[in-house]
């Protein structure tokens, strides 16, 4: 199995009217069913395992179908889905670091060798004679992300380049990240996409990386992501490890473990199931982890000016209308993540409830559940407002006349 479920931040799970399908609409392979009840004709228990405990309409997914591309797990608006090792969001967070510090390693090498080239060719013309040297162009560091198809087709530096089975799994986070380790240049490797059976798991790969440059230019990082056909940035040169062949191996078998690691857990769990055996000593996966993450790097990268506007990937405003407020608070009792939530009364009998921004998916939940269309998600949010250690208070009405619906 690839990922378990957090209960109580999946939508259907969370309530039974909820129309949310994003997982199974997002994999290529329909093995995902949302929303059928077990052992009925239309989702026989033994073709569908339930990734919840016992829930009623949560997502199901069939192991045998599922060919851990990911998409699932990223396509989740409330990141319900959390990634199992190898390929949790720990792994994938380590392995970018790596890249990235290896790319930053790699450029300052060649830095070093052209400026040790430039003063001995100086240091050979006559003092006299001399002339500052025309300053060299800088190579920048470049690391990436590339699949197992991709591996198979061309030479990779191991080093610099995190090895998925698929591109799906590429988050926003990730390649902050890698930018945060030291790399300049991102490269996310495509070419066999194309020809690829599971081509529609990357189909919002583009988004992806738009929405990453969009973080990386608001912090002013000297860094820059890109869809990338060719493996000309995290080619392996010649003199490294008796040419690329050694690093692809090693990349191609990265990958291949990935898969029959993840096959061999998701066993292991049916087994220890049958059994009854424990298997609660391996610990849960953490909810966020990746967008945790990305928070802790963009404030320790140095927070732009306070009103300045952040991308809505990381966050958006939330208001509420008191005209339109019924008061009723449901937008606050169906938030999956809290991240609107009730925090007590006001004068005059009114609600009070709190809004954090670091904790919003901009999952629509709460503009969904509202019948009076009083609540707006805008891309308006300021970076001193998400990052504030406060939540903003918000006021709604205590109503015996309901405005009219939307």
């Not at 990734?51 to 997502?59: I, L, Q, Y």
């Not at 857990?265 to 982890?289: F, I, K, W």
Request: aromatic residues 4%.
């Amino acid at each position: 199995m690839v990922a378990l479920l957090h209960e109580e931040r999946c939508l259907p799970e969370r309530d039974l009217g909820s129309t949310c399908t994003r997982c199974a609409e997002a994999c290529p392979v329909d093995a995902i069913a949302v929303g059928l009840e077990r052992d009925t004709e239309a989702s026989p228990a033994a073709a569908y395992g339930s990734v919840a405990k016992n829930g009623p309409a949560g997502p199901r997914i069939d192991d045998d179908a599922c060919v851990r591309c990911g998409r699932c797990v990223t396509a989740c608006p409330t990141a319900a889905l959390l990634a199992i090792a190898p390929l949790d969001d720990d792994a994938l967070l380590e392995a970018s670091v790596r890249a990235g510090a290896a790319a930053a390693k790699r450029a300052a090498g060649f830095a070093a060798e052209e400026a040790e080239g430039q003063g001995d060719s100086i240091g050979t013309r006559d003092a006299e004679a001399q002339v500052e040297a025309p300053q060299a162009a800088v190579a920048p560091a470049c690391a990436g992300f590339a699949c197992e198809r991709a591996l198979r087709a061309g030479r990779i530096d191991a080093e610099r380049t995190v090895a998925l089975p698929c591109m799906a799994w590429v988050h926003e986070a990730l390649i902050v990240h890698m930018a945060c380790s030291g790399a300049q240049r991102i490269a996310l490797l495509t070419a066999p996409c194309a020809s690829c059976e599971y081509a529609e798991a990357v189909v919002d790969l583009p988004k992806t990386v738009r929405s990453a440059q969009r973080i990386l230019d608001t912090w002013q990082f000297d860094a820059a992501a890109s869809i990338v056909e060719t493996v000309d940035d995290i080619a392996a040169t010649e003199d490294e490890d008796a040419a690329g062949e050694v690093s692809r191996r090693g990349l191609f078998s990265q990958a291949r473990s990935a898969l029959v690691e993840a096959a061999a857990d998701a066993a292991s769990a049916q087994m220890d199931a049958l059994t009854g055996r424990n298997t609660a000593d391996a610990p849960e996966p953490e909810p966020d982890r990746r967008r945790w993450q990305l928070l802790d790097d963009l404030h320790a990268a140095g927070l732009p000016a306070g009103d300045a506007v952040v991308p809505r990937a990381l966050a958006p405003r939330v208001d509420i209308d008191p005209e339109r407020c019924s008061g009723c608070a449901l937008c606050a009792g169906f938030c999956p993540t809290q991240a609107l939530r009730k925090a007590g009364k006001a004068p005059g009998g009114r609600t009070l409830l709190e809004f954090d921004a670091a904790l919003c998916r901009d999952c629509g939940t709460c503009t969904e559940t509202c019948r009076y269309g009083a609540i707006s998600c805008e891309e308006t949010l300021t970076v001193s407002e998400l990052f504030t250690l406060e939540p903003r208070a918000i006021v709604i009405p205590k109503r015996r006349v309901l405005p009219s619906r939307r």
